[in-house]
C-alpha cells in the first residue's frame, strides 16, 4: 500500500512538473527591461532630432523642393507623421495574428539590421501611395502637433504594455518577416532617415536663407 502511495505521488508530481512545462513554453513573453528602454530611447531622440530640423523654417524653406521629383521639407515631414500612425497599425495588425514562438530563429539579430539599414539612404524606395504627402496638415503647426501626439501615444504603449511582442510577426516587403517589437523599432528608424532627407533639402545650395 505504501509503495502504491509513493508511486501515485511521484505520478502526480510529474504530471504537475508536465504542466509547469507547457505553460512555460505558451505563456506570453514581455519585453525585457533593455528592450523597453532602447526603444523609448531610440524615439525619445529620434523625435527631438526631428522636431529640431523643421524648427524655426520660413515659408519658402519649409515648401522649398530641390527638383520637381524630390519632396520639400514639408512633405518629408508629412511623410514622416503620417508613417507614424500608419506603422504603429501593422503593429496592431501582427498582434491579432496568432503567436508563433518558433518564428523567433527566422527574426533573429534583425534588430541590428532594422537600426542600420532602414536610416541608410544610400538605398532609395517609393514610398506607398497611402504613405506619400498630400498636404494633410495646413501648417507646420499642425503637423507638429499630430506628430508629438501620435509619437507619444506610441512610447506611451511601448512603456506600459505586456504585450508578447516577440511572438506576434508580420512581413515587411524588403526585410522580410520581423516580429512586433522590430516593427516598432523600424517606426522610429524610418524617422531617423527622413529627417536625414530632410537636412539633406537644407543643405542644398539653392535652399531660401
Not at 508530481?13 to 512545462?21: E, N
Not at 505586456?162 to 524617422?191: K, T
Amino acid at each position: 500500500m505504501q509503495m502504491k502511495r509513493r508511486a501515485a505521488i511521484v505520478s502526480l508530481v510529474l504530471f504537475c512538473l508536465s504542466l509547469s512545462s507547457a505553460f512555460s513554453q505558451t505563456a506570453p513573453t514581455t519585453l525585457t527591461p533593455q528592450e523597453r528602454e532602447e526603444a523609448l530611447q531610440l524615439f525619445q531622440t529620434s523625435r527631438d532630432n526631428f522636431l529640431k530640423s523643421i524648427s524655426g523654417l520660413s515659408e519658402k524653406q519649409w515648401t522649398f523642393k530641390p527638383a520637381p521629383d524630390r519632396w520639400s521639407v514639408r512633405e518629408v515631414a508629412e511623410h514622416i507623421t503620417v508613417s507614424e500612425s500608419t506603422l504603429f497599425g501593422l503593429v496592431q495588425k501582427s498582434m491579432q495574428s496568432p503567436a508563433d514562438p518558433a518564428k523567433r530563429e527566422l527574426v533573429k539579430g534583425k534588430d541590428q539590421v532594422i537600426l542600420a539599414k532602414v536610416p541608410d539612404r544610400s538605398q532609395k524606395f517609393k514610398a506607398p501611395e497611402i504613405l506619400q504627402p498630400t498636404g494633410r496638415w495646413a501648417s507646420e503647426a499642425d503637423l507638429t502637433k499630430a506628430f508629438e501626439q501620435a509619437r507619444q501615444a506610441n512610447m506611451d504603449y511601448i512603456r506600459t504594455t505586456n504585450d508578447d511582442l516577440r511572438d506576434h510577426f508580420f512581413d515587411h516587403p524588403v526585410l522580410g518577416p520581423m516580429d512586433a517589437y522590430q516593427w516598432l523599432l523600424l517606426i522610429a528608424a524610418h524617422s531617423v532617415r527622413h529627417t536625414a532627407q530632410i537636412e539633406e533639402v537644407k543643405a542644398d545650395p539653392n535652399f531660401p536663407k
